[in-house]
């Protein structure tokens, strides 16, 4: 077990431009989340899968993202027209669900993404 | 909404102090509370987490104590060492499992 992976490490961009990042959970974890982190904040919930289905996403998810996880095992997260607010730290997480009361959650490295 | 504040935003301590973080939450319907720890550029290390149900967790030299009714956490770290220096992050569980983060507390420990 490698842990949850992602790629690329670090995507800069042009404004406008669209973006793609992919996550690779730990095996056989149902669920798998998507969070924000901008420089001196903590992550902000985005978005969450349990197997194939996406059960929550934050109004932080505007119509520019959108995320799939087409066989409840990896899962992407595309930006549309990227501005530069967008720019931030995503950071993709896994948890086998049992309870949600002692749930942990393993986080990937994130990708680092700059929208010049 | 939930809402999480960890005070203070840094700490610097000489290398042997022992230390504590806070962290508080606005509404005591939480599942648990977990504290991670982040390097710079990094993702988050899973350090303890403390069932609602749970008074506290030991794990090394880390203790973290949750008080659901105040709606208080605190992550107590004894004889600190320059390895420590890093961001500490405290999130609360809701019912969907989701996770809402504190802003962090930045830790140096100096040799």
């Known amino acids: 077990d490698t842990g949850v992976s992602q790629d690329p490490r670090h995507k800069i961009t042009k404004r406008g431009q669209n973006v793609t990042f992919r996550c690779d959970p730990i095996s056989e974890h149902n669920r798998l989340y998507w969070y924000r982190q901008t420089l001196g904040q903590g992550p902000e919930f985005l978005t969450y899968f349990q197997n194939e289905a996406q059960l929550e996403k934050s109004r932080l998810l505007s119509d520019r993202f959108s995320a799939e996880r087409p066989k409840g095992s990896f899962s992407t997260l595309e930006i549309q027209r990227t501005e530069q607010g967008d720019s931030a730290m995503y950071l993709c997480?896994?948890?086998?669900?049992?309870?949600?009361?002692?749930?942990?959650?393993?986080f990937g490295p994130g990708t680092r993404l700059t929208v010049l | 909404k939930q809402e999480v504040t960890q005070i203070p935003a840094a700490l610097s301590v000489p290398e042997g102090e022992n230390l504590v973080l806070n962290c508080s939450f606005t509404d005591s319907a939480i599942y648990n509370l977990q504290w991670f720890r982040q390097d710079p550029g990094k993702g988050l290390t899973s350090l303890l987490l403390i069932q609602s149900s749970q008074r506290e967790q030991t794990s090394g030299r880390l203790n973290a104590s949750l008080d659901k009714s105040s709606g208080r956490s605190t992550l107590y770290i004894a004889a600190s060492q320059p390895g420590d220096s890093a961001t500490y992050l405290c999130a609360v569980t809701s019912n969907t499992g989701k996770l809402i983060f504190g802003q962090g507390t930045t830790l140096q420990v100096k040799p």
């Open positions: 997480a896994s948890s086998e669900e049992d309870w949600v009361g002692t749930d942990t959650q393993y």
